[in-house]
């Protein structure tokens, strides 16, 4: 079984510019997560879709992130226009629907992005 | 304000004595908590996780203890491999199928 795959792995644009983070859940994951980490600091919550909805939007910093799950599948996060304080490692990370005994969350290799 | 703290941002243990790593959190809702691991480059790998009702979990080498009353919990890996050195983060969670909330890690480091 594939694992969550996320693409790129690296990018480095301008201040002011456009970027586009996609991630490919586990198939048959319903909860697909987006998280960020800063460097040196936590990982931090940004978004979760069910599906194609989104569940829970609180992490996301401001309203120049946007993320999109068409169709429950794969999911893409935008960042328009890029400041200096994005930088960081994006981490998506999926997880079935609700089991028992399931609590745990599958993570991507990350993306990380430098802008300068 | 953070809700789940490492305080110990690297450990160094020797190969084949036992790593012992602390995490202390505040949210009382917080109902399951898991470790995972992370090599450079990597996303975070689960390793392991224990339930709010119960204060021992056990799989091989590693083994989550909880004490609800004081809002710590420790993993202990044992025997501690050279493989094991990466950063260890703690993560928690209110019930399932909702966001981990995460601490900032500890980095490992097992010296053969």
């Known amino acids: 079984e594939a694992g969550v795959t996320q693409f790129p792995s690296h990018s480095v644009i301008e201040k002011g510019q456009t970027v586009t983070l996609r991630c490919d859940p586990i198939s048959g994951h319903d909860n697909l997560y987006w998280y960020r980490r800063v460097m040196g600091k936590e990982i931090k919550f940004l978004l979760h879709?069910?599906?194609?909805?989104?569940?829970?939007e609180s992490g996301m910093p401001n309203n120049r992130f946007l993320a999109e799950r068409t169709g429950g599948t794969y999911s893409t996060l935008k960042v328009q226009p890029a400041e200096l304080e994005d930088s960081g490692v994006y981490f998506c990370?999926?997880?079935?629907?609700?089991?028992?005994?399931?609590?745990?969350?599958?993570f991507g290799p990350g993306t990380r992005l430098t802008v300068t | 304000d953070q809700q789940v703290k490492q305080n110990s941002p690297s450990l160094s243990v020797q190969e084949g004595r036992i790593s012992i790593l602390n995490c202390d959190y505040t949210n009382s809702m917080f109902d399951y908590f898991l470790w995972y691991k992370k090599y450079p480059a990597e996303g975070p790998t689960f390793l392991i996780s224990i339930s709010s009702i119960k204060d021992k979990n056990e799989d091989g080498r590693f083994t989550v203890f909880l004490n609800k009353s004081a809002k710590h919990l420790s993993l202990h890996i044992v025997p501690s491999q050279p493989g094991d050195s990466a950063v260890y983060f703690c993560a928690a969670s209110d019930t399932g199928n909702t966001p981990l909330v995460f601490g900032k890690g500890t980095r490992l480091s097992v010296i053969a």
């Open positions: 879709f069910v599906k194609e909805s989104k569940q829970d």
């Open positions: 990370a999926s997880s079935p629907r609700q089991g028992v005994l399931s609590v745990e969350q599958y």
